[in-house]
């Protein structure tokens, strides 16, 4: 396996089940009789660390406590692919339609390029900025208020008071905790002592940011599940490894001595910030109406859908998308072109991106359309010919290109199968007829 950090590790499957059964049975034992079981962090360590299990690329005992926790946790996900140690399917719903599925996310894991050594994306394996301090919500520290966090690097033996913390939702903020997070610096604050102190008490936007900084900084980009919805097509993207030493939900219950007005000088939460249904109905045909007459088109139906988002091929929620027209039909009647705008994408997206702007992301949505559809009235759309390439890239940049070479070799192998076994009586019909004919020309 290549891991992150340019290190080639050797995973033994066979000596990996056989000391996770060792591992699972007395964890088991000792896990019944005790109030919060330890995560499932520190289990697969245990798991690593087994005799055989790990090892370097000229076959040396490799030790997981040394690793890096960007490498670390890539070897967790593979143990959790492989069905090594068990990970039940979470309960889900879909970001665009809301229908519930279950699934194990580790599962979709695409491992090619850990196995094939394609870790040279610059977007999805670039490394994690360490020498900055990284913007996140107010919070208070100390008597001042802080507005970034900086993380410094951790092996997997400097994180182990994290990677041992309970798994039953607790977290308990200590200096040692907070040392074993990376915390280095909230703002210009570095006693981990204050630190502790402050995200104990940090509103929860603030935590939340800070925790998905950490799954930056200590999960490669690559370790995430798609999984595409039965009904809507959407893709959702999963957590892997499921279990994480770190949640992505607040530190607190509500109740717990927090409001919901966050630090002082933080900035409020916005409410009805996003237009109902009427207002941008009417701010998008107003947009139309000007782009309509500015590009010189008319005749194009306008339609403001608010169900569910169409997706693109990539399974991604569309803000609009384009139908051509059709001639008249056996009952003489014809559709003209169709632009449609889809409300519930608009909103996700405002509420997701606070710089969102909803007027010129009308206007930029409407004039894309509006260029389908001078496309197709020349005949061709090198626009949609550009859309499909740019996620058929997006696809082979998370596959990889040795796996998608496999997949597609595969993907042949298989039809020319099919092929055989639809035609077979032809090819046996042809034989016997070529064979009579030899055998009386012979004659």
């Given at each position: 396996?290549?891991?992150?950090?340019?290190?080639?590790?050797?995973?033994s499957?066979?000596?990996?089940?056989?000391?996770?059964?060792?591992?699972?049975?007395a964890?088991?034992?000792?896990?019944?009789?005790?109030?919060?079981?330890?995560?499932?962090c520190a289990?697969?360590?245990q798991?690593?660390?087994?005799p055989?299990v790990l090892?370097?690329?000229?076959?040396?005992?490799?030790?997981?406590?040394?690793l890096?926790?960007?490498?670390?946790?890539?070897?967790?996900?593979?143990?959790?692919?492989?069905?090594v140690?068990?990970?039940?399917?979470?309960?889900?719903?879909?970001?665009?339609?809301?229908?519930?599925?279950?699934?194990?996310?580790?599962?979709?894991?695409?491992?090619?390029?850990?196995?094939?050594?394609?870790?040279?994306?610059?977007?999805?394996?670039?490394?994690?900025?360490?020498?900055a301090?990284?913007?996140?919500?107010?919070?208070?520290?100390?008597?001042?208020?802080?507005?970034s966090?900086?993380?410094?690097?951790?092996?997997?033996?400097?994180?182990?008071?994290?990677?041992?913390?309970?798994?039953?939702?607790a977290?308990r903020?200590?200096?040692?905790?907070?040392?074993?997070?990376?915390?280095?610096?909230?703002?210009?604050?570095?006693?981990?002592?204050?630190?502790?102190?402050?995200?104990?008490?940090?509103?929860?936007?603030?935590?939340?940011?800070?925790?998905?900084?950490?799954?930056?900084?200590?999960?490669?980009?690559?370790?995430?599940?798609?999984?595409?919805?039965?009904?809507?097509?959407?893709?959702?993207?999963?957590?892997?490894?499921?279990?994480?030493?770190?949640?992505?939900?607040?530190?607190?219950?509500?109740?717990?001595?927090?409001?919901?007005?966050?630090?002082?000088?933080?900035?409020?939460?916005?409410?009805?910030?996003?237009?109902?249904?009427?207002?941008?109905?009417?701010?998008?045909?107003?947009?139309?109406?000007?782009?309509?007459a500015?590009?010189?088109?008319?005749?194009?139906d306008l339609?403001?859908?608010?169900?569910?988002?169409?997706?693109?091929?990539?399974?991604?929620?569309?803000?609009?998308?384009?139908a051509?027209?059709?001639?008249?039909?056996?009952?003489?009647?014809?559709?003209?072109?169709?632009?449609?705008?889809?409300?519930?994408?608009?909103?996700?997206?405002?509420?997701?991106?606070?710089g969102?702007?909803?007027d010129?992301?009308?206007?930029?949505?409407?004039?894309?359309?509006?260029?389908?559809?001078?496309?197709?009235?020349?005949?061709?759309?090198?626009?949609?010919?550009?859309?499909?390439?740019?996620?058929e890239?997006?696809?082979?940049?998370?596959?990889?290109?040795?796996?998608?070479?496999?997949?597609a070799?595969?993907?042949?192998?298989?039809?020319?199968?099919?092929?055989?076994?639809?035609?077979?009586?032809?090819?046996?019909?042809?034989?016997?007829?070529?064979?009579?004919?030899?055998?009386?020309g012979?004659?």
């Amino acid at each position: 396996m290549h891991l992150p950090s340019g290190r080639v590790a050797r995973l033994s499957d066979a000596a990996a089940r056989a000391h996770a059964a060792a591992v699972l049975g007395a964890r088991a034992d000792r896990d019944a009789g005790e109030r919060a079981p330890i995560g499932a962090c520190a289990r697969d360590v245990q798991i690593l660390a087994g005799p055989s299990v790990l090892a370097d690329a000229r076959g040396a005992p490799l030790d997981p406590l040394g690793l890096p926790l960007p490498d670390a946790h890539v070897l967790r996900a593979l143990l959790a692919f492989a069905g090594v140690v068990p990970e039940e399917p979470g309960a889900y719903s879909c970001e665009n339609c809301g229908a519930p599925f279950e699934v194990a996310p580790s599962s979709l894991l695409e491992i090619g390029p850990f196995t094939d050594g394609e870790l040279d994306d610059p977007e999805l394996d670039r490394p994690f900025d360490f020498g900055a301090s990284h913007p996140v919500p107010a919070l208070r520290v100390g008597r001042a208020l802080c507005r970034s966090v900086r993380f410094v690097e951790r092996t997997v033996e400097e994180a182990m008071p994290l990677l041992r913390a309970p798994c039953d939702g607790a977290l308990r903020v200590t200096p040692s905790l907070v040392a074993a997070m990376g915390v280095a610096a909230l703002g210009r604050e570095r006693r981990a002592s204050v630190i502790a102190d402050a995200l104990a008490r940090a509103p929860d936007d603030a935590w939340a940011a800070i925790v998905d900084l950490y799954h930056e900084a200590r999960y490669p980009a690559r370790l995430v599940a798609v999984h595409r919805c039965a009904g809507c097509g959407a893709r959702n993207d999963l957590d892997v490894p499921l279990a994480r030493e770190l949640e992505r939900a607040p530190l607190r219950a509500p109740g717990d001595g927090e409001d919901d007005r966050g630090a002082p000088g933080s900035t409020p939460r916005r409410a009805g910030a996003f237009p109902d249904l009427d207002a941008f109905e009417a701010r998008v045909r107003a947009a139309a109406e000007r782009i309509y007459a500015a590009r010189g088109v008319r005749n194009i139906d306008l339609f403001i859908d608010a169900g569910v988002p169409a997706c693109d091929d990539g399974g991604e929620p569309l803000l609009g998308c384009y139908a051509p027209g059709t001639p008249a039909d056996d009952l003489g009647i014809a559709r003209p072109p169709e632009i449609r705008i889809f409300y519930r994408t608009f909103r996700l997206e405002a509420r997701e991106d606070p710089g969102f702007d909803v007027d010129a992301e009308i206007d930029e949505t409407i004039d894309h359309e509006v260029t389908h559809h001078l496309h197709h009235l020349a005949g061709s759309d090198p626009l949609d010919d550009e859309e499909r390439e740019q996620i058929e890239r997006e696809q082979l940049r998370r596959v990889g290109h040795a796996e998608a070479a496999r997949r597609a070799r595969r993907g042949a192998l298989a039809e020319l199968g099919g092929f055989v076994r639809a035609t077979w009586p032809i090819w046996v019909i042809t034989a016997v007829g070529s064979a009579l004919a030899w055998c009386a020309g012979g004659r």
